[in-house]
């Protein structure tokens, strides 16, 4: 398992939009109860559905083993999903706030 095409770009998105916030950006986001709230109603909802769709026993979606860290928590989603997940809402709600912001 290299991870190379799954892990890697989950990884790197990730410190991609932390780097945003923090560098550039700097709505401060991450210091909201409002977005941290966010975040667990979204994770939650995520893992029962990637959970359904992923399931070793019966997925509906299959990955590339060989992509992955080899990872799965819970219910066994790779854990590059909510990497992604992060990235994808974070990303989305930064560029909301950036935009709504008076410059």
Do not use: N
């Not at 290299?2 to 210091?31: C, D, K, M």
């Not at 019966?58 to 819970?74: C, F, K, T």
């Not at 992604?84 to 989305?92: E, K, M, R, V, W």
């Amino acid at each position: 398992m290299s991870g190379l095409g799954y892990t890697v770009p989950a990884v790197v998105s990730v410190v991609a939009v932390v780097a945003l916030e923090l560098g550039r950006l700097r709505t401060g986001l991450f210091r909201s109860g409002a977005y941290w709230i966010t975040m667990v109603i979204v994770f939650a909802f995520q893992t029962v559905v990637d959970g359904r769709l992923t399931k070793l026993s019966a997925p509906v979606v299959s990955y590339d083993p060989h992509q992955l860290s080899g990872l799965r928590i819970p219910f066994d989603i790779p854990v590059e999903d909510f990497l992604f997940g992060f990235s994808l809402i974070t990303a989305t709600l930064l560029l909301w706030e950036h935009a709504r912001s008076p410059r």
